[in-house]
């Protein structure tokens, strides 16, 4: 029979475990809230009032770009995000910024990475939302894919990390530098600079905890 210290430091471990998961579902939902539509001024002022990370490192480029990207929603208003966002991302010709994955990876839109996705999705059970407005490997799009990997919903269970991991690097770290250096890099972005940034510090610390736990799983 377990000590009750050992049961309480097991259970311990298990409930921040699950706080670390939820934190990571949080954030892919977050960005791909940011990447597919423009905050309004709710989303805005909940970002301007969050709390700081604590990373227990001096210097920890997520904390440093999360405490950035909270400053900027406190100064700018949800008209001029709207105005950046639709001229980085909308336009009636050619956006600015086309977050696809075939597109960086194909040099076209719906080429077989685009395919190779679907399939993927299928058979994780997963599908594009009956009316959405953009494909399936939209950068805002395999974010929510990712957070469903994690967290789970309706009809889905949330996945391994092993398979977390599969998906993260073959759909979004082989193509996400180039597409955030372009947002950063796009005539008028402002607040989208300091979520390029977030996006790139947190997809970071993704690929570093998959590195480690696959050597650790392999030990």
């Known amino acids: 029979m377990n000590r009750p210290e050992a049961a309480y430091a097991e259970h311990t471990a298990q409930a921040q475990t699950d706080a670390d998961e939820l934190a990571r579902a949080d954030f892919y939902a977050l960005i791909a809230r940011l990447l597919l539509r423009a905050p309004d001024a709710t989303l805005l002022t909940a970002l301007a009032g969050a709390d700081s990370l604590a990373a227990g490192q001096a210097g920890n480029p997520l904390e440093l770009a999360w405490e950035k990207l909270i400053l900027a929603a406190g100064v700018i208003d949800a008209d001029a995000v709207r105005e950046e966002f639709d001229a980085l991302f909308i336009s009636i010709g050619t956006p600015q910024v086309n977050p696809y994955a075939s597109l960086y990876l194909a040099g076209f839109m719906m080429e077989k990475p685009l395919a190779g996705l679907r399939a993927d999705l299928a058979q994780l059970g997963l599908s594009r939302a009956a009316g959405s407005g953009e494909l399936e490997d939209h950068l805002g799009a395999l974010c929510e894919a990712m957070r469903i990997l994690i967290a789970g919903a309706p009809g889905v269970t949330p ?18 530098l180039p597409c ?3 947002i950063r890099g796009a005539p008028g972005a402002n607040f989208y600079q300091r979520v390029a940034d977030f996006i790139q510090a947190f997809f970071e610390i993704e690929a570093e905890a998959f590195t480690m736990d696959e050597a650790c799983s392999l030990k």
Do not use: G, N, R
């Open 180 to 182: 955030l250096d372009h």
């Open 159 to 176: 996945q391994p990390l092993a398979v977390q991991m599969t998906f993260f690097e073959k759909h979004i770290a082989t193509w996400y």
